[in-house]
C-alpha cells in the first residue's frame, strides 16, 4: 500500500508541488528528510553551481475540515494526499512569495544525492508559529525589555487546490483539477529584524554590553559618527531629548573634539549611559519590529487589493455569464417561438394536405360518377337509336300497308267502277278497308310521332353524353389539378418537415449552450464568492495585524512616556556628575597646587640664607 502526501514550496519565486509516497505514514522525520532530499535535489538542478541546499523551517498542513492552514507539529496530522506547504529557511537570494499553489505531479526522477550536513544553528530560537495572531510584545519593569519575539500571521482562510482522491483500480484517470483563483499558498513567516541578526539572540535582553554597542554603532557608522547621524539615530527611535542635550551629551562623549564619534568613544558614551543605551537598543529593536509589521500590514493590504481585483474580475466574469446566459435564453425563446409557430405552419399545412387529399377523392368520385352518368347517356343513346330505328321500320311498315291499302283502295275503286253490279257488296268491303286505311293512318301518324319523340330522346341523350363527356374532361383536370396540388403540398409538408428539425436541432443547441453558460455561471459564482471569501479573511487578517500594532505602539508609547523621565533623570544625573567629576577635579588640581607652593616654601624657608617669612605657613 502507498501512502501519498502532497508537498509544496517556493524555489527561487516558483511554486512546485510534489506528489511523495511512502510505503505507510511517515513521521516527521521520515517526511521532512525526503522533503529536504526532493527540493534540494531540485534547488541544485536550478541553480546548477552544486549550490541550493533546501533546508526545511517548519510546515503547514491544510485541513479540509476546517478548510485552515495549521502547524504540521504531529504526523497523525498527514492524511493520504494531504496537502503540506513547506517553508525554509530565508537565505540573502531567496524570498518566499504568495501565489497560486499548482496541481502535484511526480517528482523528476533523477539520482538524488544525499542531503547536505544539518547548518549551523542559528543564536536565536526557532520560530514558533501563532496562529491568527501577531505576537505581543510586553514590558516588564526595565524600560523596553522585550520578552517575545514578533511571529507570523495566521494560517490564511483561502483553501489550496482541490486534490482528487486516487481513483479506482479499473477508472481512467482524471486530469488535475483546475486551481482557483483564489487558492494561494499560505504567508511565509515574518521574523523580526534585528540590527545585527546575525549576533544577536531571539531575545534582545540576553545581548550582551558588547553586542548593543556593535549593534548600535552599526546603524550609526553609515552616517560617519558625525552629530547629525547620532541625533539621527536618537530620531529614529524616538528617544525625544532636547538638542542642546544631545550636543552637550556629543560634545563630552568626543574625546579629541574632532566632530566624529569612533567606536571607542561611542563605546565610553554606552558606559557612561547605560539606561540610555538599553532603550536605543531595545527601541531599534522595536523600530525593526514595527518597520517589519508595517511591511506585512503593507504585503496583506496589497493581497487584500489582489483579491478584491479577483473579486471584480469574477463579478464581471459573472456579470458577462448571466449576460450570455439571458442572450442564450432568449435565444432560446426565439427558438421555441419560432418552432411553436412552424408547428402551427405545419399543421396548417397538413390541414391542406388532407384538404386536398379530401378534395381529390370527392373529384375521383365525381369523376366517376360523371363517368357512370356517362356510360348510362350512352346506353340511353343506344336505346333511343334502336327505339328510332325500330319506329322508322313502323313507320315504313306503316306506309307501305298505306301504299298498300291504297292500291287496293283504287283496286277497289275500279272494280266498283266495273264492277257497279257488285257496288252494294263492295261498299261494306269499301268502307272496312276505307276503316283499315285510317287505322293504317293512325298508326302512322304514331309511327311518325313515335319516331319524334325518339328523335327527341336521341338528341337529348346525344346532349347528355356531349354534357357528360365535357364533365368527364372537366373532372379529370380537376383531378389532375388536385393531384398536383397534393403533390405540391406534401413537398411543402416534407420541407416543412425539415426546416422543423432544424428549428429542433437549433433550439436543442441554444439549450445546450445555455446549459453550458448557467454552468459556468455556477463556476464563477463560486469563485466570486471564494474571492469574496478570501478578501474578507484577508482584510480581516490586515485589520487585525493593524489593530495590534495599534495596540503595540500604544503600549510602546506608554512605555517611552514612562520611560521618558528616567532618560531624563539618568542624563541630568550624569551631567551632575560629570560636573561634581570636574568641581572634584578643580579641587584637586588646587589641592595639588596648594601642596606644591607649601613644599616649595618649607624648603625656602629651611634654607641658610634669610628669607622673609611665609605668611600663612603651616607649622
Known amino acids: 500500500m502507498v501512502f501519498a502526501v502532497l508537498a509544496a514550496a517556493d524555489l527561487y519565486g516558483t511554486k512546485l508541488n510534489y506528489e511523495l509516497d511512502f510505503p505507510a505514514r511517515p513521521s516527521l522525520g521520515e517526511f521532512e528528510g525526503k522533503v529536504a532530499a526532493v527540493f534540494g535535489a531540485e534547488a541544485r538542478l536550478r541553480r546548477g553551481d552544486g549550490g541550493g541546499a533546501f533546508d526545511v523551517y517548519r510546515m503547514q498542513v491544510y485541513n479540509d475540515t476546517t478548510e485552515q492552514w495549521q502547524p504540521l507539529t504531529s504526523a497523525a496530522l498527514l492524511v493520504e494526499y494531504c496537502q503540506v506547504y513547506v517553508f525554509q529557511r530565508a537565505p540573502q537570494q531567496h524570498h518566499e512569495v504568495q501565489s497560486k499553489i499548482p496541481p502535484a505531479m511526480r517528482p523528476p526522477t533523477v539520482a538524488l544525492p544525499p542531503p547536505p550536513p544539518p547548518p549551523a544553528p542559528l543564536p536565536y530560537a526557532p520560530y514558533a508559529p501563532v496562529p491568527a495572531a501577531v505576537g505581543a510584545f510586553s514590558h516588564n519593569k526595565t524600560p523596553y525589555s522585550c520578552t517575545g519575539l514578533l511571529t507570523s500571521p495566521g494560517a490564511p482562510t483561502t483553501s489550496p487546490p482541490r486534490i482528487p482522491k486516487p481513483p479506482a483500480p479499473g477508472t481512467p484517470e482524471r486530469s488535475p483539477s483546475i486551481v482557483p483563483p483564489a ?47 547620532f541625533m539621527h539615530l536618537f530620531a529614529c527611535v524616538r528617544v525625544d531629548l532636547a538638542a542642546e542635550l544631545l550636543h552637550d551629551i556629543f560634545g563630552k562623549c568626543d574625546a579629541d573634539a574632532d566632530g566624529i564619534l569612533s567606536a571607542a568613544e561611542f563605546r565610553s558614551f554606552a558606559g557612561a549611559y547605560p539606561t540610555l543605551l538599553d532603550s536605543l537598543w531595545f527601541r531599534s529593536y522595536d523600530a525593526a519590529i514595527d518597520t517589519r509589521q508595517q511591511e506585512t500590514i503593507a504585503a496583506a493590504k496589497k493581497a487584500v487589493a489582489v483579491l478584491c481585483q479577483c473579486e471584480a474580475d469574477a463579478r464581471v466574469a ?29 399543421e396548417g399545412v397538413r390541414a391542406s394536405l388532407d384538404a386536398a387529399r379530401a378534395e381529390v377523392t370527392h373529384a375521383q368520385q365525381s369523376l366517376s360518377t360523371s363517368r357512370g352518368g356517362l356510360a348510362q347517356a350512352k346506353r340511353r343513346e343506344e336505346e333511343s337509336q334502336a327505339t328510332l330505328m325500330t319506329a322508322r321500320h313502323g313507320v315504313q311498315a306503316a306506309e307501305q300497308r298505306v301504299r298498300a291499302v291504297d292500291h287496293d283502295v283504287l283496286s277497289a275503286e275500279a272494280r266498283l267502277q266495273e264492277l257497279e253490279r257488285l257496288v252494294a257488296k263492295q261498299r261494306d268491303e269499301v268502307a272496312q278497308l276505307h276503316e283499315v286505311g285510317q287505322q293504317s293512318r293512325a298508326a302512322w301518324r304514331h309511327a311518325e310521332a313515335e319516331a319524334a319523340r325518339a328523335s327527341e330522346w336521341l338528341q337529348d341523350a346525344e346532349s347528355a353524353s356531349t354534357a357528360a363527356q365535357a364533365g368527364a374532361v372537366h373532372a379529370e383536370g380537376t383531378v389532375a389539378t388536385l393531384q398536383e396540388r397534393e403533390r405540391a403540398v406534401h413537398q411543402s409538408l416534407m420541407a416543412a418537415g425539415a426546416a422543423g428539425a432544424e428549428l429542433r436541432r437549433a433550439c436543442e443547441e441554444a439549450e445546450r449552450v445555455k446549459a453550458r453558460a448557467e454552468a459556468r455561471v455556477g463556476v464563477l459564482q463560486k469563485q466570486e464568492a471564494e474571492a469574496a471569501q478570501a478578501r474578507a479573511a484577508q482584510e480581516q487578517h490586515a485589520q487585525q495585524l493593524e489593530r495590534e500594532n495599534l495596540e503595540l505602539n500604544v503600549s510602546r508609547r506608554q512605555a517611552e512616556e514612562r520611560e521618558r523621565p528616567l532618560l531624563e533623570q539618568e542624563v541630568r544625573l550624569r551631567l551632575q556628575r560629570h560636573n561634581l567629576e570636574l568641581e572634584e577635579a578643580r579641587l584637586r588640581d588646587e589641592h595639588r597646587s596648594f601642596h606644591t607652593s607649601h613644599s616649595q616654601a618649607r624648603l625656602a624657608y629651611a634654607a641658610p640664607w634669610p628669607v622673609p617669612d611665609a605668611p600663612g605657613r603651616l607649622p
Open 183 to 229: 487558492a494561494l499558498a499560505p504567508p511565509p513567516p515574518v521574523v523580526a529584524a534585528l540590527p545585527t541578526p546575525g549576533a544577536v539572540g531571539a531575545d534582545p535582553a540576553a545581548a550582551s554590553f558588547d553586542e548593543k554597542v556593535a549593534a548600535l554603532y552599526e546603524r550609526l557608522a553609515p552616517s560617519g559618527g558625525s552629530l547629525e547621524g
Open 318 to 346: 459573472v456579470q458577462h455569464a448571466e449576460a450570455e446566459v439571458v442572450e442564450c435564453g432568449g435565444r432560446v425563446a426565439r427558438e421555441a417561438a419560432a418552432l411553436d409557430a412552424h408547428a402551427v405552419q405545419e
